[in-house]
């Protein structure tokens, strides 16, 4: 076994506290013995929600002799809020202990520079690997085994049950509904996130008449109400017939099909597989992967998906079976233009106003956005990656912080679900003035119209909420943010670019069939740069700097292709045995960057982001 290289892992440290552990504080003194995973996680963060999938299975295998610990490192202000890390934790089923460290001192501490970053220690405090990103999952089962036979070996692995103590279960008709969707018969359905249902409540919003999705437990399966089965389920849409919803049905990477009479659910589109880069982006509907789609809404003809996992827009056409790419390049960020060079967030709500325009909730942006019938994206209100908050007024200069859902009112206005400022906001195209409708409603996620009235569905408290749609709009005072996360200070002139990628032990690059790497660098304002940005096969660059450019965000995004190698040197070929198993690891990075003047201080000028393994100057720095 190759030695390999080790760094003392700095305590676990958070303002917030431990959750999941009985009220029990923890060290890293208390984990000594145990193979820790760190999973540095928020949870706006599609990718993030990605990495607790994957890693449910590994967290249940190795469950005697792994640890992983949630390190909640908050990117907007309302995920530094506890309440709002608890619900979260509830929210997405995390079954394992969670930091909640609001001031990311812990970040910083173990200089981690994405979300989500996977930081390995070993049973005697050490980190032996730093993973950001997704698609690691496989590469750490094969560490944890070297770690488990290695400190198995030399007596410094400790066996037993982990310090998990899962929370009391909560009665109610909901638990962190997702949508809801106005029936014919004057039903509500909603999608019961949390409970992997969908529940039909009556006209008063609040009885329940069906339950549809057997006992509530993750599964991918099609049948009647009893036997069908679904995984986080979000968006909602009603067929153009009135006779059915389509559902984003989100951890299944899947679209859904429920038959309203009967309650039988089918699987229209989507392989219970997500997307990865290379992966067909257009096909036969059931035959091509999709990743994590958040909402649907009819538009032109075809049902649009907001696929938040790739940042993009998607159609399904139910009448040819087929679905592709509508809009975004899968790069993140906010670019206006035509469909195929647009860039989008983590787009997360949409909402048909007829044929003239599809609104679309760019929530990583903290945007509203919409599509015109040509396919051209366009920004109502937004600026970019880090600015959010809640301001009315001009939309040039309003704000939203985390909106998850649009929906079009009678005057051709639209309410947005402002998700983590608690608000329902409208925009009117009209005059393009941003306004508040109501406050207090806690992290709403959709809301659906009831003649004149608008029921809101309070995600954080369980139910529909019915209000009047205000004639006046309510005077919020504005309040203005940046993410927390401070800008990585530089040196100006030109910057070393490194992405760091170690092949997994027992793996090599893939480079069958050209190069296994790609990076794709760009910049805001695009200005930052003068030279460097674009596409290409090396994991390096050189950057020089705009010496009028003072700060910025490098977006930077890279993919490694590695495939096991078994013979030690040689891949398996089709005519020696089966195909290698080959793993794709990807991500993408927003860095703020301030470049700092001669004379202020010492600014890097290299830049070393961790894919897989570790930096030469430390645990990832």
Not at 65 to 92: C, L, M, N
Not at 389 to 398: C, F, I, K, N, P
Request: aromatic residues 6%; proline residues 6%.
């Amino acid at each position: 076994m190759s030695k390999r290289a080790r760094v003392r892992a700095p305590e676990l440290v958070g303002k917030g506290g431990w959750l999941n552990t009985g009220g029990e504080e923890l060290s890293l003194r208390d984990l000594r013995g145990k193979i820790v995973i760190a999973d540095f996680w928020t949870f706006c963060c599609v990718n993030c929600l990605h990495v607790l999938d994957e890693l449910r299975e590994l967290e249940e295998r190795h469950r005697d002799t792994v640890v992983i610990v949630g390190v909640h490192s908050p990117k907007f202000v309302h995920e530094a809020e506890h309440r709002a890390v608890v619900d979260a934790v509830e929210r997405y089923g995390v079954e394992h202990p969670v930091l909640d460290d609001p001031e990311l001192v812990t970040w910083k501490q173990y200089a981690v520079r994405a979300w989500p970053t996977l930081v390995v220690i070993d049973p005697e405090g050490y980190v032996v690997a730093q993973h950001a990103g997704e698609g690691h999952a496989h590469a750490i089962e094969k560490l944890v085994e070297e770690l488990e036979a290695e400190h198995a070996a030399k007596g410094t692995l400790r066996r037993g049950d982990g310090p998990y103590v899962p929370p009391e279960p909560v009665a109610g008709a909901l638990r962190f509904p997702g949508r809801a969707v106005l029936l014919p018969s004057g039903n509500f359905l909603v999608s019961d996130t949390t409970r992997h249902q969908l529940v039909e409540l009556a006209e008063d919003g609040e009885s329940v008449v069906r339950r549809i999705g057997g006992e509530g437990e993750r599964g991918l399966a099609d049948g009647g109400p009893a036997e069908a089965r679904f995984n986080e389920p979000q968006g909602l849409v009603l067929t153009p017939e009135g006779d059915a919803v389509i559902v984003a049905d989100t951890v299944n990477h899947a679209l859904r099909r429920v038959e309203l009479a009967s309650g039988v659910v089918s699987t229209p589109a989507g392989t219970g597989r997500q997307w990865w880069q290379g992966s067909p982006a257009s096909g036969p509907a059931r035959e091509v992967d999709l990743s994590s789609p958040w909402d649907v809404a009819w538009f032109g003809g075809k049902v649009w998906i907001a696929m938040a996992g790739t940042h993009q827009l998607w159609t399904y056409d139910p009448q040819a079976g087929t679905v592709a790419v509508a809009a975004g390049t899968t790069n993140e960020g906010l670019v206006d233009g035509p469909g195929a060079e647009a860039w989008f967030a983590q787009p997360s709500g949409l909402a048909a106003d007829g044929d003239e325009r599809l609104w679309v909730a760019d929530s990583e942006t903290s945007a509203l956005r919409w599509v015109d019938p040509e396919g051209t994206v366009h920004t109502a209100v937004g600026t970019g990656l880090f600015d959010f908050g809640h301001r009315d007024g001009e939309a040039s200069q309003a704000l939203f912080q985390h909106p998850l859902a649009v929906t079009v009112l009678p005057d051709g206005s639209v309410a947005v679900s402002d998700t983590y400022n608690h608000a329902l906001r409208r925009y009117d195209p009209v005059s393009g003035e941003v306004s508040t409708l109501a406050t207090d409603l806690r992290e709403p996620s959709g809301a659906v119209l009831v003649g004149e009235e608008i029921v809101v569905v309070e995600s954080a408290r369980h139910r529909l909420t019915r209000l009047r749609l205000p004639e006046e709009a309510v005077r919020v005072e504005a309040v203005a943010h940046r993410t927390q996360r401070a800008a990585t200070e530089i040196a100006p002139g030109k910057l070393r670019l490194d992405v760091v990628f170690q092949a997994p032990a027992g793996q090599k690059l893939d480079t069958r069939y050209g190069p296994s790497t790609r990076l794709l660098v760009s910049s805001t304002p695009p200005e930052l740069l003068l030279d460097g940005d674009g596409a290409g096969t090396d994991l390096f660059r050189e950057l020089p700097l705009n010496p009028e450019i003072t700060e910025g965000v490098l977006h930077v995004s890279a993919m490694a292709a590695s495939c096991d190698d078994p013979a030690g040197g040689t891949s398996q070929s089709k005519t020696g045995g089966e195909y290698p198993a080959c793993h794709v690891h990807q991500q993408d990075w927003g860095v703020p960057v301030r470049v700092v003047a001669p004379g202020e201080g010492d600014g890097a000028d290299r830049l070393a982001l961790v894919l897989a393994g570790m930096d030469e100057d430390g645990a990832g720095s």
